[in-house]
């Protein structure tokens, strides 16, 4: 299959089935979901979303998280993964935002990476999100599933996989491209074992494609063997009934 079939046909389900897929994570803003992003590095949606409310009460703006001190962020996102760090990157984007940027996230790719704690993905999810721009944030579930399906070749570092993915992808589906992979990651595509089964996708998938062939070579091989152990039993019994046979002619 050409790869621009294979796109085309990605994009035409998910543009049929899921035309309003949208980031699981809770906000109101821009800000709040600036502040979620950052968050939810090597965490889940679910946790950032139990952990969200209470801060977003307490810091509603850039203006009030930019005057409180790691130490009091720190005590409401604790239970996420690495606090500490993220409360210092909360308190230094906001201290960022609100002296360089008059309090509004930018749109900027290359600006809204000037705070800390937002890297490549954390702006490209903001450019995409709030701004609908064309920019493809590569995480964990866009990286697998796109090697998977083959929507990218040889792309070994996030990088390569977001340059190709913009390539081939609609410039007015990037944007929302980047949630179709996630949602496919999160809940079928799974890491360790994907649910092939319940796959809509398995006509382009290279990776589904590769698992059926192995599978089917997995079966010639125990067939083969399986003959193979018969024919040694039968001329094991083949070679015992002529030595009792000599025996009983003795």
Known sequence: MLIKDRYKTFVEYFSSHQPEAETELHYE??????????LSAQCTDKRINQVTP????????????????P?????????????????????????????????????????????????????????????????????????????RIGLTRNAKTPLAVEKQLVNYLP????????????????????????????CPLTEICKYYQQSQTESALLKVEKAQSKKANELKKKRLADKTAKALKKLKAI
């Open 54 to 69: 209470k801060l977003f009460e307490r810091y509603p703006n850039p203006e009030s998280l930019s005057k409180a001190t």
């Open 71 to 147: 130490e009091e962020v720190f005590n409401y996102i604790r239970s996420v993964s690495y606090p500490n760090n993220k409360s210092k990157h909360l308190v230094g984007m906001a201290k960022k935002l609100v002296a360089e940027f008059n309090s509004i996230v930018p749109s900027d790719i290359d600006d809204l990476q000037k705070m800390p704690g937002v890297g490549r993905k954390t702006a490209n999810v903001i450019a995409s999100v709030i701004f609908n721009a064309p920019a493809m944030a590569v995480d964990t579930h866009v990286f697998r599933v796109s090697n």
């Open 29 to 38: 803003n821009p800000y709040q979901l600036l502040v979620a992003v950052i």
């Open 171 to 198: 410039q007015d589906k990037i944007h929302i491209a980047h949630h179709w992979l996630i949602l496919h990651g999160r809940y079928i595509c799974l890491a360790r074992n994907p649910k092939c089964q319940s």
